[in-house]
């Protein structure tokens, strides 16, 4: 069974940040996706940012140059450092992998991200 545990969240200040971490444990083979999603109240879930293990990244535009997606294999974590946060970055963040055999994909239970003055 593979699991998903992210923390980092909290509440913060206009301007501040926050790195998020997604612990993947469990019996997956390798990591080749991995993405940062959110819901925002009364949205629908959203990629924010994604990389492959060859390394390419996908930003959206609205957190282009203020977060950063990056991983460490042998802690087997993904992270996401978000900068400059705004009130608009409220949301539930979610962490998802995927291995080499895209039948399989995996979701983290999700982590709150307040920003608010």
């Known amino acids: 069974q593979v699991r998903l545990v992210e923390s980092g969240g909290g509440s913060v200040q206009p301007g501040g940040s926050l790195r998020l971490s997604c612990v993947v444990s469990?019996?997956?083979?390798?990591?080749?996706?991995m993405a940062w999603y959110r819901q925002r109240p009364g949205k629908e879930r959203e990629l924010v940012a994604d990389?492959?293990?060859?390394?390419?990244?996908f930003y959206d535009d609205s957190v282009k140059d203020r977060f950063t997606i990056s991983n460490d294999n042998a802690k087997a974590t993904v992270y996401l450092q978000m900068n400059n946060l705004k009130p608009e970055d409220t949301a539930v963040y979610y962490c998802?992998?995927?291995?080499?055999?895209?039948?399989?994909?995996?979701w983290g239970q999700g982590t709150q991200v307040t920003v608010s003055s």
């Open positions: 469990g019996r997956i083979p390798d990591i080749a996706y």
């Open positions: 990389k492959t293990s060859g390394g390419n990244t």
């Open positions: 998802h992998v995927r291995p080499s055999d895209a039948r399989y994909y995996y």
